[in-house]
């Protein structure tokens, strides 16, 4: 039998695992790495095009809600989201790996395997692996990104331009979801360096214990597991980019170290006394108030001033209305050519709900309730309902409220899905009972 050419991570704390997945997987598949520390990973990933990790979920004892295995998934796919990740869990815990492959991940399987399960998982894995290595050298030769109309996002990619031509750092705030990492990507994507990598570290998710290995990595025997001389995420982004996102909630006790690096551009594994030359272009975000946390000796002076040569605002969704629609129907575009689907579009009275709706989540929402609808939407138009944006508590409730007629017909159509249930039809439109009722009275629906 011939085998197939993939690269497979097994990633598992038990020596006994490792070497069963092994034996089976080496019969089919051309290359096997396994490891029993997840720390090793990044490293792996770094040195190999790995196609499938198989990663197991809990590494130490006492700790097996499953969180460990959510960390380690989200960097692999910030590391190389073209890798393909199936999560191992007990049966128990299938509710956690449920919820990796709402953040990403392939599939799950239940420990102890059924072989032939095990095999035919990952045979489908290595075939999206395929799939997604032409997607990315697609998306890197025609990215597209949405810039919209309204004056204060057009200043901001304005300036982004111009900055994106310099290696001056930069600085950009905002609220949570405003885009801040595609904007990091579009200032890469438009320098001298965007053939080089573009390393993306969220630095809230950093624990004080990994913020130095990961960062500026580490040498063999600099600590328990440190059995090879590993990169940090600096040294990865070698003549390319490095995107700092979350700044703002480095302790105070670490943003020394940071700027330590930034000025002698130069960075330390832990375990060595050599310093390595960086030729690295900084790119930071926060959503945090970053001058008052200056004010308050939260955040040091002198590294906010390293990391804001140039400082770009990125507005909320609710400060460019005009842009809501015509960016849902970019996203819309977008997603239904990764789901490899055509002629997907909005119904005709969606747009004032999506103008309306609060979107406090700013374009991360709007992607994740678009992505969600189409999803589930029976056909190829996605209606009001199936976005999830009839928050009618929201709205105006004087009677010249040119909604008024949307909602009214809304509501009349779910009443006649659900044959007049009021508890169905109250779930379906995000409503309580009793205000059902008083829209329905409000209307003569009776």
Request: glycine share 4%; net charge neutral.
């Amino acid at each position: 039998m011939r085998k197939k050419q993939a690269q497979i991570l097994v990633v598992d704390d038990q020596e006994e695992i490792l070497f069963s997945a092994k034996m089976i997987l080496k019969k089919h598949f051309e290359t096997i790495f396994t490891t029993s520390s997840p720390k090793k990973i990044i490293s792996i990933l770094n040195e190999n095009e790995i196609n499938v990790v198989l990663l197991d979920m809990n590494y130490r004892i006492g700790f097996e809600d499953g969180r460990e295995g959510i960390h380690w998934l989200k960097e692999i796919k910030t590391l190389s989201p073209k890798t393909i990740v199936i999560l191992m869990t007990a049966f128990g815990k299938i509710e956690t790996a449920v919820e990796g492959i709402k953040i990403g991940a392939f599939d799950y399987v239940l420990k102890p395997w059924n072989n032939e399960k095990l095999l035919e998982i990952i045979d489908k894995a290595v075939t999206e692996s395929r799939k997604n290595t032409k997607k990315e050298v697609i998306e890197k030769t025609d990215k597209r990104y949405f810039t919209g109309t309204s004056a204060k996002i057009k200043h901001a990619y304005s300036i982004a331009e111009k900055v994106a031509k310099t290696d001056a750092n930069v600085l950009i705030l905002g609220e949570n979801g405003t885009g801040k990492y595609v904007f990091a990507e579009f200032i890469h994507q438009n320098s001298e360096r965007k053939t080089a990598p573009f390393v993306h570290v969220d630095l809230g998710s950093l624990s004080d214990s990994l913020f130095e290995s990961e960062l500026f990595g580490y040498a063999k025997g600099a600590f328990t597991d440190a059995k090879t001389d590993t990169p940090g995420r600096f040294e990865m982004a070698a003549n390319g980019t490095i995107f700092l996102d979350e700044i703002g909630n480095i302790p105070l006790h670490l943003q020394a170290k940071l700027l330590h690096v930034l000025q002698t551009k130069t960075v330390t594994r832990l375990g060595e006394s050599k310093a390595r030359p960086l030729n690295v272009r900084i790119i930071a975000a926060t959503n945090s108030d970053i001058k008052t946390e200056v004010k308050n000796k939260t955040f040091r002076e002198d590294l906010l001033y390293r990391i804001n040569t140039m400082e770009i605002y990125l507005p909320p969704l609710r400060e460019r209305k005009d842009d809501i629609v015509p960016m849902a129907n970019f996203i819309l575009e977008q997603l239904a050519i990764r789901y490899n689907q055509n002629n997907w579009r909005f119904e005709e009275n969606a747009a004032p709900y999506l103008e309306k709706y609060p979107w406090k989540g700013n374009v991360r929402e709007m992607e994740n309730k678009i992505e969600r609808a189409l999803i589930l939407s029976d056909n190829n138009t996605i209606s009001v309902t199936d976005l999830d944006i009839l928050n009618f508590e929201d709205f105006d409730e004087k009677d010249d409220n040119p909604l008024s007629e949307m909602e009214k017909m809304a509501i009349e159509k779910a009443l006649f899905k659900h044959n007049g249930n009021i508890s169905k039809t109250a779930e379906e439109l995000g409503l309580s009972r009793a205000a059902l009722y008083r829209r329905i009275e409000k209307y003569d629906l009776k």
